[in-house]
């Protein structure tokens, strides 16, 4: 078994030994550089599995995992991007190699629901669809729920997507004959598919935060990246019908991670990454989009953990808020079975917050025990953070 090239820092090699643990393979390291594995238990049967499901792995036996195939689908030049997980610049988003090796270090199966109450960009979401496993994600943001939606169920309206193209488009860029009608009117008027509706939706904010933060031509913009995410659409439907994939469902939600409408014991997993509101304001990070979507954001900042209060009443607040959502995650989840929290210590106020051992600490309280702290160290011009904590809690 071979690593994939970009497995470069230590904790993905800590990630990937323990996926193969979790998936019940013996294995032993065969090369000085770390990168060669060897498996002592094969088998044919037990060679499919390992195929179907490793993030870390390129290769067994020369055969190429379905990870290799599923990130050969990129439109981007980041190697974490491909199919639809680059749409929308969206701060914070997970490393998507490293949610699929949680899920196999977690033990979630083919039908199992994975719950991501902070889901944010729906990178969880797009994780657990290719895997197969079902998903239930909620998020305060509007603008993160439309994000999350378009990555995993435009796939399913993919021939109306490519049938309303020409006419969006003479919309965007009106004529003599035409005048420009509400942008969310028309979309509104021209299709009954909410699927249809959000895919087009979420075209334009990509354009708006293209003019906002890069000053970017909106026209220009607009029908560049409407290409693009029709072709990411594209390889999704082809990479599904090539590897033969049964997609996991998924549920995305505008919902309160502090009163989730879930039954007690009733989800099998949790990842997530808890807001770092104290560190950045999302509401202010992504105004321009909010605005566009007739969002006051002023009254938005009311319902964010981590935004709302100010001074020192915000750190309280926080932690409050906190309390309140672990306490949920620990109602919701099943016995025995895992949460997973990737989380760093914040500065505010050009302090640290400690909300690593604050988190560690609250989980023990509530009945979780800590299983895993691997050091993850963040790099990239534009990461708040730059070294993460993930945890992995057991419910007793």
Not at 1 to 7: E, G, I, Q, T, Y
Request: glycine share 4%; charged share 25%.
């Amino acid at each position: 078994m071979s690593l994939f090239d970009n497995v470069q820092f230590i904790y993905e090699l800590s990630l990937a030994e323990l996926e193969l643990k979790s998936l019940g393979v013996e294995y032993s390291i065969c090369s000085n550089e770390l990168r060669e594995f060897s498996v002592t238990n094969y088998s044919p049967k037990f060679k499919e599995t390992i195929i179907k499901r490793v993030a870390y792995f390129k290769t067994i036996d020369n055969d190429f995992t379905h990870y290799y195939n599923i990130q050969e689908k990129n439109r981007t030049n980041s190697v974490n991007q491909y199919l639809t997980h680059w749409i929308y610049p969206y701060k914070g988003k997970f490393h998507p190699q490293m949610i699929r090796a949680l899920l196999n270090i977690i033990g979630v199966q083919q039908g199992d629901i994975v719950l991501d109450p902070f889901s944010g960009s729906g990178t969880t979401a797009l994780e657990c669809q290719l895997l197969g496993i079902n998903f239930f994600g909620v998020d305060i943001s509007p603008l993160c729920v439309i994000q999350g939606r378009v990555k995993t169920e435009s796939i399913y309206v993919l021939d109306e997507i490519v049938e309303l193209k020409d006419e969006i488009i003479s919309n965007i860029e009106p004529n003599l004959f035409q005048k420009t009608e509400n942008y969310y009117e028309f979309i509104s008027r021209i299709t009954d598919s909410e699927k249809v509706s959000n895919f087009y939706i979420l075209a334009r904010l990509v354009a708006v935060s293209d003019n906002s933060r890069r000053k970017r031509d909106f026209t220009t913009s607009f029908k560049r990246n409407l290409e693009l995410m029709i072709s990411s659409i594209k390889d999704y439907h082809l990479l599904k019908k090539e590897l033969n994939l049964t997609l996991g469902k998924t549920k995305i939600e505008i919902g309160d991670a502090r009163k989730l409408n879930l039954k007690d014991n009733s989800v099998d997993g949790i990842i997530t990454s808890p807001p770092y509101s104290i560190a950045l304001d999302y509401v202010q990070n992504d105004e321009h989009a909010l605005k566009d979507l007739g969002y006051e954001t002023r009254k938005l900042k009311d319902k964010f953990i981590g935004v709302r209060g100010d001074g020192k009443s915000r750190l309280f607040l926080y932690n409050e808020d906190m309390l309140s959502s672990y306490t949920e995650m620990h109602r919701v989840l099943k016995p025995n079975k895992f949460a997973v929290i990737i989380i760093g210590n914040a500065t505010y106020q050009a302090k640290e917050i400690n909300t690593v051992d604050f988190t560690i600490d609250v989980m023990k309280k509530l009945g979780f025990k800590l299983t895993l702290n691997i050091n993850k160290i963040i790099f990239g011009l534009y990461n708040v953070m730059k070294k993460e904590n993930v945890l992995i809690f057991k419910k007793a």
